[in-house]
């Protein structure tokens, strides 16, 4: 799935690349893919506006058009929204395509999971769980203490916990198996034990791999392509992720594989003990207020299902 870094890129590319054009025609070949409005709506409504800005909020993209109305897609597991300066032959699974005064823009989605709105640009809140959605990890708004908050007291795997997009907007598998890595944190410790240490160190490497992956125009491992149609490198710098087997460049053991919230979930056995940080290990100041870890058995996952490793996965 696209996740915050690709959907940037996506936007950054766009934003230049659709300024100032004006749709002349839609096409809808897949009528499953558009939320709203209807095909006939959407067709008699859009001709003649012009594209004014672009932004992403989360996973969204939300363009601004001429006369107040919104184009908002969320791509989903393999979905793109691709600019083309000429034409030709369309890609299999095109299943929309903006036909502009200069070229076309088309959403083309593999798996058909992706959906597209139009929606007055005052109520976006009408796109579900757009309004729903937490913190920019990238924003200057999110501090530490945002990152604290979200943690603190949660009994659910670290991992569930920056996953959940109410919380923080933008994280996916690849980047949040990334930053756990360098934070050198277990994904199924309970999000309520890491320490003050710990969540400094986790709210540094989202930061950072991010920033890396936006970077170098995203990651590449499935579907994903830029809003020029051109893969992103990022695939070539992860540590964890997709690298099953592969030896850790931190200690050079191998990485695991496990489930976590029913996701698969890469990382270093050796870096990212299980248990929670020894007392002594602690500052001062995180011995006088450090709590015991919750139990295990008092998660709301089962722990079955939390940790479980897969054997000959790739």
């Not at 969540?199 to 540094?204: E, F, G, I």
Request: charged share 25%; proline share 8%.
């Amino acid at each position: 799935m696209p996740e915050l870094p690709e959907v940037e890129t996506i936007v950054r590319h766009l934003r230049v690349a659709l300024k100032g054009l004006r749709i002349v025609s839609v096409d809808v070949y897949l009528p499953k893919v558009l939320a709203s409005p209807d095909i006939v709506s959407l067709q008699t409504t859009l001709p003649g506006k012009a594209f004014l800005e672009l932004e992403r909020r989360g996973k969204y993209i939300i363009a601004h058009l001429a006369g107040g109305a919104a184009l908002v897609v969320h791509l989903r597991m393999s979905g793109q929204l691709v600019y083309e300066p000429e034409g030709g032959p369309l890609p299999k699974h095109t299943h929309i395509v903006w036909r502009l005064n200069r070229g076309r823009l088309r959403f083309t989605d593999p798996r058909q999971f992706g959906r597209v709105w139009l929606v007055p640009a005052d109520r976006l809140q009408l796109v579900p769980g757009l309004r729903d959605l937490g913190a920019e990890p990238l924003d200057s708004t999110f501090r530490l203490e945002t990152l604290a908050k979200a943690l603190s007291g949660r009994k659910r795997s670290v991992k569930a916990v920056l996953l959940d997009q109410t919380l923080i907007a933008g994280l996916g598998n690849i980047y949040t198996d990334e930053a756990l890595h360098r934070a050198q944190i277990h994904p199924v410790r309970p999000a309520g034990s890491l320490t003050a240490r710990e969540t400094r160190a986790l709210y540094q490497a989202i930061r950072e791999v991010l920033q890396e992956g936006i970077a170098y125009g995203g990651t590449s491992v499935r579907d994903y392509v830029d809003g020029t149609g051109q893969e992103g490198s990022y695939q070539n710098l992860l540590r964890v992720y997709g690298r099953n087997h592969q030896a850790c460049p931190r200690c050079g053991q191998p990485i695991a594989r496990i489930k976590v919230g029913g996701r698969g979930t890469y990382f270093c056995p050796h870096c990212q003990p299980e248990r929670t940080p020894e007392v002594g290990r602690r500052t001062p100041e995180e011995n006088k207020s450090a709590k015991p870890a919750p139990s295990p058995r008092d998660d709301r996952e089962p722990i079955e299902n939390r940790y479980r490793t897969s054997r000959g996965e790739t």
